[in-house]
């Protein structure tokens, strides 16, 4: 025992140098941002048989979004500087992803279904490890960043209606649609996004944003906010909130929206679609289109979400 | 690895006792001044992400951070190719891990006097020798990314601790071949595809730094060829779901434990993996898994004679002998803060293998299988059975304590019954634990510091000198102190 008292105190002295070094260095460390409150006010949100508690999200926060997002929740992470485009700002409660009207806040569904999808052109990872309860969670703890969640609901989602067939038709039409509302202007007439405009845009922050750009990539899983047809009919009916891409749900209807998204479709020249397919078969040329006179108007309220607005 | 019994080190124990009070003790000091923990900071830098979004606590992977590996070191967005790089990012990360360890093994056979034995009767001793003092752990240079979307590589130069270097991974991986998860194909030199990653293992003493399953032989075995825990040279071809749910891997390997240059023969072996995870609500992400190492490897060499010495010939190895090892893994998740690893292993050696042949090029056997060589009486194959646990208290991604236990035992000893020496039935059982935290004083995405300390130890059944007629049983302990850093 007399051999090993000079450990013990080996380990003392060392012990405490270390723990006055270590406290003392986490004071003078540089300023990485505060361990994020506790919620004042504790979020709950509601996904299908899922109901998510902000308090329970607290450490999956400061261990997976904090570094980018901010303990804060305001988009000030030390690794933002470094992002391009920047994280999203929780305390805004502005999402670019939505089921619901432009300027109404989303839905719980759609910020957990942000989080497991991530952003293909951006940093934000695909969070699709974690569990239901675990995005459920984050989902009530984003929403304690912003009082807006304490004084309005979320809008009520928009309603897709049926896909229509694709035909050359409906593309020539969504082509036409393309000039016609000026989304050219932005995205390009390739829809490469070197539109005219394109340089000179910036988001809600007056941060530099680039359109998007159909043309690159082989798969449709670089759209931001989904990858199927009705997730492309939905970005452009409930518009981006937060970039210059508005909402086009007041301006087109259903049915010319579904063959807007078909054009878009063909935009995507790497990618294997029945789009393409149709286009290929009339000879690889979209043709001019005709207006037929006898279309009647869709009712435009239909495209709406009842009760919805912004 | 051989010392003492197991009273023995219960008398030890009480002089641990301090250590721990005062290390829990700073660990509140730390904990009232806690700031904001971490990775391999070239990944962290490349993607912006705080080492903890990958790391369970590093090195240990989460389960985001398996899917990143699996995907070829990708997030899977725009952003994996290199070409978004700034052309200054240099994806190089280096490890080292300045220590403070005493070591404590027991029932050390020593001369009775300095200088030899002669000068008495009985001329040896056994006794326990204990060393403490500072010290370094090997060097590890980590770099590793993607050369372009879906072609992936890692190349680890690490030396010991006297700075000797050799290659513990070269590796490149051609990912989502056909636009697929659910092929990759993986060439060189890598980690075999064990859901509990001994490379990143968050223990660092000399025995608790591994895990023993992974590396288990009984006594006398010259079988060093089915090592899980140590990198392979081969090819692998893995795949997943998308979310990494279901995955699996089937790799084929030359059996030469990673050594390069063909020193033994043309042996292979094969290893095989698959688990599933399931979502268990509030508790998390759970999986469950099961291995198998099947293989090959030589137990007769050529030899050459040279001015008098007779020696091996490298490369000449036939005479191929088979051995295997299979059992499960389970990745329990218990909320945000607890959670239990458990490994099982049955493993089974040919009886050649049991009698001390196979890799004579590293001095591992002492045998050559040459022609006409026989078994002894009473040799048969052994076998073993393990079984690993390993806790870990998350108290928040700055600080982790972690816990493991081991137990192997033997279950048919390569001599039995009939065996002119036959061998007690618990000859070479180990059990072993450890108990450490690590404690990271801040949590960026740049460089990572954790303050590590462990206590190990580990008791090995008759392996100690002779006492009379009977074998000792063996008991040896660590205590590590360490700054662990990585840039």
Known sequence: MNTLKPVHFLTAIVSFVLAVGISSRAQDAPDVGPHPPTPEVPMESHIGKLTGHSKDAKSDFRRYC???????????????????????????ATFKCRSTLTGTLPTDQDLFNSIGRGFSNSNMPIWNTFSGQQKADLVAYIKT???????????????????????????????????KLECWKCHGPQGKGDGPSAATLTDSQDLPIRPYNFADGKDDSRFKCGSTNQDIYKIFMTGVDGTPMPSFNDTIQPNDAWDLVHFLRTLQVNRHSKENDVLKAAGGKIPPYVEKQSEAPTNQSENRAAGGGN | MRMGTQSYARRKLPCVRPFVTITLVVVFLILSSSQNANALPAFARKYGLR???????????????????????QLMNDRDSPIWQNPGYWPVTFRIIPIWHRVSKGKVEVDTYPGGGSTTPNGTAIQRVTTSGFDLSGLDFHTGGTLEKNFSFYVLPSSDNTASFHFETVMARLDNLFGSPWLNIKLGKFELDNLLSEKRILTLTGNGGIYQLYHFTPVGDGNIFGQMGANQLGAEIMGHSYNDRTRYSAALLSSTNGNVALPYGNAYTGFFAASQAFDVGKLGVDRIGAYAMIGQAPTYYLTQTASGVTSPLAGSGASNKSFHREGFVGQFYFGQHFDLQVVTQHGWDNAWFGQGYGDLINGAATNNNVPGTSLPTGSQAPTWNGVLFEPHYIYSPQLIFVGRYENIQMSRQANGRTSATPSASNFGNISTYTVGF??????????????????????????????GLNTTNINTSEVLMGFDFDF
Not at chain 1, 72 to 85: C, I, Q, S, T
Not at chain 2, 65 to 70: I, L, M, S, T, V
Not at chain 2, 438 to 443: C, E, G, I, L, Q
């Open chain 1, 66 to 92: 904090a570094g980018c997002h901010g303990d804060l929740g305001d988009g000030n992470g030390e690794n933002a500087m470094w992002l391009d485009p920047k994280p999203r700002n929780f305390t805004l």
């Open chain 1, 145 to 179: 960043f912003s009082p807006r969640w304490q004084k309005e609901k979320a809008g009520d989602p928009i309603k897709i209606p049926a896909e229509p067939p694709v035909t050359i038709e409906s593309i020539s039409h969504g082509k036409a649609l393309f000039t």
């Open chain 2, 438 to 467: 690590r404690y990271n004083p801040f949590m960026t995405s740049r460089a990572g510091f954790a303050w590590h300390n462990e206590y190990n130890w580990l008791h090995q059944d008759g392996t100690g000198p002779l006492v």
């Open chain 2, 51 to 73: 080492c903890s979004a990958c790391h369970e606590s590093w090195p240990m992977l989460n389960y985001f951070g398996q899917k990143f590996k699996d995907n070829g070191y």
